[in-house]
């Protein structure tokens, strides 16, 4: 594909260049090989012209992904998947708390903690030999939406008033307490600064550079079950009403799908997918 001269409108309505890297790069995060992607950024071309959205760009690469190998779609859908997860934010803090769990830690969510002033209710509390995290989950399932200032500086007070009866318990001389930001969005650039500042941890969708949610979803092998391209929307959400989350509880217990009223055969392609994407575990 030669470069093209063109500007891509995001959600929030801001202008930038057209990427070819960009693009590239996110299609070989789905696992495509280097001659699908090659073949699927030709096809594109045809496609593209200036003002062309970002959601219109994911939507046509995604069909052609998804024309090859429904696996490399799921895992390039993942964005928009986790927006799925909602209305509300309870799976995504389950889905933060399972990333916690892969790393070791043992885990509790939506837990009541008392402070030195009042009771919270933390989204997910994680502990591992001397280190205690404190985590709060801000989900939105619409695009463009971005993490204020105002929202770590209200979970620091938080954290504040809840490490303060922790550091006042008996062994906890040599604990470290973290607090954590999780959102499946971004921060702005005034809500980064300050949580670098105030020693609070924040890990949005692409933010920081390592460490980032897609980066922690695709390296613990944890794909929510709304990646899965043979699923439509009523599917996926019967099956999150029922506690499924992942697509590794399907792989563990494939008897769950038939909860869905899915014909034998669908069933078996729906499986087929999942077991793929449980093999990048």
């Given at each position: 594909?030669?470069?093209?001269?063109?500007?891509?409108?995001?959600a929030?309505?801001?202008?930038?260049?057209?990427?070819?890297?960009?693009?590239?790069?996110?299609?070989?995060?789905?696992?495509?090989?280097?001659?699908?992607?090659?073949?699927?950024?030709?096809?594109?071309?045809?496609?593209?012209?200036?003002?062309?959205?970002?959601?219109?760009?994911?939507?046509?690469?995604?069909?052609?992904?998804?024309r090859?190998?429904r696996?490399?779609?799921?895992?390039?859908?993942l964005?928009?998947?986790?927006?799925?997860?909602?209305?509300?934010?309870?799976?995504?803090?389950?889905?933060?708390?399972?990333?916690?769990k892969?790393?070791?830690?043992?885990?509790?969510?939506?837990?009541?903690?008392?402070?030195?002033?009042?009771?919270?209710?933390?989204?997910?509390?994680?502990?591992?030999?001397?280190?205690?995290?404190?985590?709060?989950?801000?989900?939105?399932?619409?695009?463009?939406?971005?993490?204020?200032?105002?929202?770590?500086?209200?979970?620091?007070?938080r954290?504040?008033?809840?490490?303060?009866?922790?550091?006042?318990?008996?062994?906890?001389?040599?604990?470290?307490?973290?607090?954590?930001?999780?959102?499946?969005?971004r921060?702005?650039?005034?809500?980064?600064?300050?949580?670098?500042?105030?020693?609070?941890?924040?890990?949005?969708?692409?933010?920081?550079?390592?460490?980032?949610?897609?980066?922690?979803?695709?390296?613990?092998?944890?794909?929510?079950?709304?990646?899965?391209?043979?699923?439509?929307?009523?599917?996926?959400?019967?099956?999150?009403a029922?506690?499924?989350?992942?697509?590794?509880?399907?792989c563990?217990?494939?008897?769950?799908?038939?909860?869905?009223?899915?014909?034998?055969?669908?069933?078996?392609?729906?499986?087929?997918?999942?077991g793929?994407?449980?093999?990048?575990?």
């Open positions: 594909m030669e470069k093209m001269k063109i500007n891509v409108r995001k929030s309505g801001e202008e930038q260049a057209f990427s070819q890297e960009k693009l590239r790069n996110s299609l070989q995060r789905s696992g495509a090989s280097d001659a699908m992607v090659e073949a699927i950024l030709k096809e594109m071309k045809a496609h593209l012209r200036d003002g062309i959205t970002t959601k219109e760009i994911y939507k046509k690469a995604f069909q052609l992904l998804r090859r190998v696996s490399n779609a799921a895992r390039y859908s964005k928009k998947a986790i927006m799925e997860l909602g209305p509300s934010g309870f799976p995504f803090e389950h889905l933060v708390g399972a990333i916690l892969r790393q070791g830690y043992e885990v509790e969510v939506g837990k009541t903690v008392q402070g030195k002033c009042v009771q919270h209710e933390v989204d997910v509390v994680a502990q591992k030999d001397n280190e205690t995290i404190m985590a709060e989950c801000k989900y939105h399932n619409a695009r463009g939406k971005i993490c204020s200032v105002q929202v770590p500086l209200y979970i620091r007070s954290f504040h008033d809840i490490e303060s009866v922790w550091r006042s318990q008996q062994d906890h001389e040599n604990q470290q307490f973290h607090g954590w930001v999780v959102t499946n969005t921060f702005s650039t005034d809500a980064e600064e300050y949580g670098s500042c105030a020693g609070l941890r924040l890990i949005g969708w692409d933010f920081p550079r390592n460490g980032n949610l897609k980066e922690l979803i695709e390296r613990a092998g944890l794909f929510p079950i709304t990646v899965i391209t043979g699923l439509n929307s009523k599917q996926k959400q019967q099956l999150l029922k506690g499924i989350l992942l697509c590794s509880e399907l563990e217990n494939p008897g769950l799908l038939a909860q869905t009223g899915l014909s034998k055969a669908k069933q078996h392609k729906v499986l087929e997918e999942a793929d994407l449980c093999a990048l575990q």
